[in-house]
DNA sequence: ATGAAAGCGCTAACAA
DNA sequence: TTGTTAGCGCTTTCAT
């Protein structure tokens, strides 16, 4: 790599010293102008930019925040990562992604990495595997280096941090009445993540709004393999008499909808269809798919919000953990009633 | 932030220099077993772990690689990322994620941000608006400082660096092929991605197939705004008789099926439907699309791989560029006969 | 108004 | 076998 200009280079060329020159480029009133002046033409000149690692040990920032996510071909995520960008990079911030693919060994081994001296502070997400282990350490670890961070959705009660999360459960109960409402009585529970917290809490809220309405139905499904299990699904949704489905997911959404084209039933009149996550699926289905957004854009700017709040507020008296809640919204398309 | 343990604190405390400590904990033969041994031990215990910004002002080298995309929300890219990351994570090294959103403006931002000792190399796709103005100072610029750069999928022959390029006409080539040998006549090329350079190749490839096929027509539609031409695209559709769609990118596959399922025709009966990438929407669509897959992940982490390979061996004799060219597949399903 | 010097945490050539 | 020293590029305090 070529070598970049420095400070010593510019003082030995102006004959000045190093001190003087770092002064005059931030135009301290200590310097006389025309030195000022001076400096500045020769940095243009060369365009120097003062080196980053540098200023960083000097000065213990990076200005950079480590991004942990459990996946990116997740619609959600990667919304998420698109809000976290924008807002971090409008601060001045780079952010650095890692991606866990749900494992928990990655997860530890990142946050390991990133925690060395690499960025200011984290925004994560738990990965599947330590959502079902509950295994913290890792996160604990970074607690007691003072190290900020800021957690979303997949979040965990053991860790007394900021905390960005939607509100799944009314977010479902929500759903679950529109579509009582518009008149169905017998639905169906499909996903691909009942083993998430997120999962849970959303097949809970549906659960509540049923017992609530006695002549309503529900009946659950979950789906583990979905490449596996079509034959599965397709009898679950032929036999049971069902007049309307809740993916708990975008995904399980989708399979419900390509399920019901396929065995003729008409989407709403026949079957009402609710899904999660307004990503490219819900979107681009046919009919269009009835599904809570959960503005992970406005959620991922949220975070950075909250974090970057941190991390130029050190003074701060005492560390209070907030939790934020992001509201969710029913975008009523054309697969329901 | 907490301090951490540095190489001063344990050279303190065990009455060592810091050199000392510093060799021991790299298992230096001119050290007495003995010692490394003490050291090793306080260091575990303190979980002492290099401050990783020294190192790299020390060595010049920050294992870390920029990564530029266009978007994030784009399957392909999420894709392309996650082939980088693995590959890179794997190698040890950490990457920064940069989302220009297609601003030319925001891509040369970043380049200059993480040019500046954050990075040793980049990865980069450019975004939309480069390429129209193709304006391409700042990664001339990165040349200039010999910085390694791999580009991909948006590429320039501007520049010269290894590249890792699908071949786009070539697919596209095989895509038409493939609806013709099936027997379709009429083939509609529907497209949000006229003006990109892959969206033109593909187009070419397209008109090449046709010219040479005397009895079948082609006709164009590019879309500009999918949200307000959903009308224009239902006219299109059913006022020119067609009996295939090619669509050259996702979105603008996914939106054919959609409107040919609501206008009543039959998949692949009276029209067949081929699309590019093979993401979300190619595999929840009904019927589930046939689409040409550009392998993106391996396409990802071969760009890793090369990028790697020139950070490694910096010895390497003369510089002279590689382009790799990833192979595409055509993915059959059930939207083409 | 300018410069010398120390130090951020680490490595490595050289000295002892 | 261990320690001293210089230096990566920068900031900043304290002389001059």
Redesign the interface.
Known sequence: ??K?VTLKQLAKELNLSISTVSKSLKNDSEISQKTINRVHELANFYNY??????V??KS?K?K?IGVILPE??N?FF??V??GI?QQA?EKGY??????T?ESFE?EV??V???????V?GFIMALSQETQMYNRLYHVK?LQ????PIVMFDRVSEEIDCDKVIVDDKYASKTAVQYLIETGCKKIAVISTIFDLSVGKLRLEGAREVVAENTDVGLIEFPIMNIEKEEDEIELFIKSNNIDAVLGLDE?AA??A??MS??LGYRIPDDISVVGFTD???SK???PKLTTVSQHAEELGAKAADMLLERLENVSETKYSAKTEVVKTSLILRDSTK
Do not use: F, Q, W
């Open positions: 790599m070529r970049k930019k003062p080196n980053a690692l540098a960083s040990l213990n990076t950079t990116i071909l619609h990667a919304k990562l698109y960008e990079s780079k952010i650095v992604t890692c991606i693919n990655k081994e990142y390991e990495m990133l925690n060395y001296s690499s200011d670890e007691r280096d003072d190290v995904t989708a399979i909808i390509n084209n396929k990503g490219l699926l681009h289905s046919y």
